[in-house]
């Protein structure tokens, strides 16, 4: 071999090498693209859109924890796609005290209408009790350890004094607490007779 064929030589090895080289690193460039639309996938994948639960509760149920169950309603579908891309916070501030509140628990997203008083079902017992000057003999809203915080649904004019030092004990007790309206005015109405007695 001559000097000039070696040299053709080396210079053919060095292009060989080069291209095989050269082919190399686009195949990696490739398989790294193709890595990251793999990762990109995954994370997608982790993002899930959350679900949105919506309810409605009363705020003097939830207050004394009375059995009552939050009650569903339905949600509103054009915010629902709105609030998916927004973080939990921005959400909480969207929908905010003391109208709503927002809870999440992994990937649902409740949000609590909270009205005001107590629930039907709760508002229609009653009970016996002060008024808010404490001289007076009072039907109030609710079961008896919500005290006056379901409202007052009669204000009696029998006066607490009048009332016998047993009969405070027992209406501060809680045992005058009605279920049915009817047992209410019947016990009212005894409370009544007795008070014309001592006037
Ligand atoms: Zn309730």
Not at 112 to 120: H, S, V
Not at 144 to 167: C, F, H, K, M, P
């Amino acid at each position: 071999m001559d000097k000039a064929n070696r040299l053709l030589l080396a210079a053919g090895t060095l292009i060989f090498c080069f291209s095989a080289a050269l082919t190399y690193l686009v195949l990696d460039i490739q398989s790294m693209a193709e890595q990251e639309k793999n990762t990109a996938l995954a994370n997608s994948e982790v993002a899930a859109p959350p679900t949105f639960i919506w309810q409605e509760r009363y705020e003097v149920c939830k207050l004394y924890e009375l059995d009552c169950k939050p009650q569903k309603i339905d949600g509103e579908q054009a915010a629902e796609e709105v609030l998916a891309s927004l973080e939990l916070a921005e959400i909480a501030d969207k929908y905010a005290l003391p109208e709503w509140s927002v809870t999440a628990d992994k990937e649902q997203i409740v949000l609590t209408k909270n009205l005001a008083g107590l629930c039907p079902k709760h508002k229609k017992i009653y009970h016996f009790g002060k008024n808010e000057s404490g001289e007076y003999l009072a039907v109030l809203y609710g079961p008896y350890q919500v005290g006056s915080g379901g409202g007052t649904y009669l204000l009696t004019d029998i006066a607490w004094q009048q009332i016998s030092t047993e009969e405070q004990e027992k209406i501060l007790q809680g045992d005058y607490e009605f279920y049915l309206q009817e047992d209410m005015i019947t016990a009212l109405d005894s409370f009544s007779e007795l008070n014309a007695k001592y006037e």
